[in-house]
């Protein structure tokens, strides 16, 4: 079975990233690269990371008028990404041009609420309602549009896919349960663990920095493989 594991590569330094690329990828499923990665390294960069073999997962969250995201879509044309997100905030005009545009084999995502957004911060820019309920709506949005599935968290992903059983969901901001630590990750109420949100239903589990950051990223990655 495919590893669901995406490991997110924040960085700049290519040779960094594919340092740790290279070490892992008989851990993980695929390579998660962002809006860091991508404005130092361009599409060189994701070309030199594809060429380690795994799938790459292209988290660009594209938001713009429907044509430029369309445009910039077919750009990333030749990148093959077996993952791309765009903002749900867009509307659905720009998801279904998105999604239209994208390769075939490219599953398009739309990133809901940011998670460094509260229901103030929603509140603030006129959004009423909380954090869920924005959530609910733009995820339904989505599927309208015809988009693949959502990116939300761990406490989400059970009642998304409740909600939309085909959605491909992917779950970033996930921390495992490593033995030593006296199980007091696993005793925090709001940190889920990638087995947990794997058994919610989450199709990728995004984990960054519990690899990358790592002592010894392939013991990690490893530990990570076998609670799944
Ligand atoms: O925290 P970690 O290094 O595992 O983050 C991996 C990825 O998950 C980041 O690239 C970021 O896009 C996403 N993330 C998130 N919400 C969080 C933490 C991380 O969306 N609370």
Redesign the pocket.
Known sequence: MTSPVYV?L?TVDLDSAKAIAARVRNHVGGI?L?LEFFSANGPDGVREMAALGLPIFL?LKLHDIPNTVAKAVQALHPLQPAILTVHAAGGRAMMEDAKAAAPSGTRVVAVTVL?SLDDDDLAAAGVAGGVEGQVERLAALAREAGLDGIVCSGREVAEVHKRWKQGYLVV???RPAEAGNGGSVADQKRVVTPRSARDAGASVL?????ISRAEDPVAAARAIEATL
Do not use: C
């Open positions: 997110a924040d998660k962002g988290d998670t970033p901001g996930l995004v984990i960054g920095r519990p």
